[in-house]
């Protein structure tokens, strides 16, 4: 069975790919922006939710679907990509020395030809930053990266060394629980190492 990640996202991918999986990649055009909700799991959920559905609609046949959207909980509010050089030079001086909740939503779709069972579950990580610079933030913030995530910022690439520590599924913080993802798909009649690159036979 076709195994489509409904994602853009790099680290997602390649996540997965370290995970033994092979999956093809169809990003939604789906406008994260456009939905809102002021509870950050429930942001959370409805995009992931969003974006599956709408790369299930336009891919057929038998498959499984996975979607993942992450959202920074912080200071009670929900963040995802700060996109301007203001807001997220903004966002590292409030977060730096403090810490917040990355949520996860993952919406998984198993399609079979005379079936379809989903699931749409959040996987939560409590993450620590450091007590980083003006000249830090400032130079991160001109590198790019953290503009075009949520939350401003990556563990697995140069935020990295501005995170401290995590408390939960490090997975997650990437974008994407394997521990959760393998259990959602267990409960819907899939078992991980099937999904393993050339099978689950030795």
Known sequence: MRFILASKSPSRLELLRRAGLD?????????????TDPQPVRLALRRAAAKGEFVAERVAGEAIFVACDSVLEFEGRAHGK???????T??????RGRQGVLHTGHFV??????????????????????DVTDEEIAAYVARG??????????????GGAFIT???GDPHNVVGLSLPLLR????????T???LWRGGAEP
Not at 28 to 35: R, T, Y
Not at 90 to 95: I, L, P
Not at 109 to 130: G, I, P, W, Y
């Open 192 to 194: 991980w190492p099937s």
């Open 23 to 35: 999956p093809e990649v169809h990003a939604s055009d789906v406008d994260e922006s456009l939905i």
């Open 82 to 88: 700060p996109r301007t050089v203001e807001a997220t």
């Open 90 to 95: 903004a966002q590292w001086q409030r977060m």
């Open 109 to 130: 779709l198993v399609r079979s030809d005379d079936e379809a069972r989903q699931a749409l579950r959040t996987a939560s990580t409590v993450v620590k930053f450091a």
């Open 183 to 190: 259990q959602i798909l267990l409960d819907l009649g899939v």
């Open 165 to 167: 520590g995590v408390e």
């Open 145 to 158: 990266e953290p503009r075009w995530v949520a939350g401003a910022f990556t563990i697995d690439g140069l």
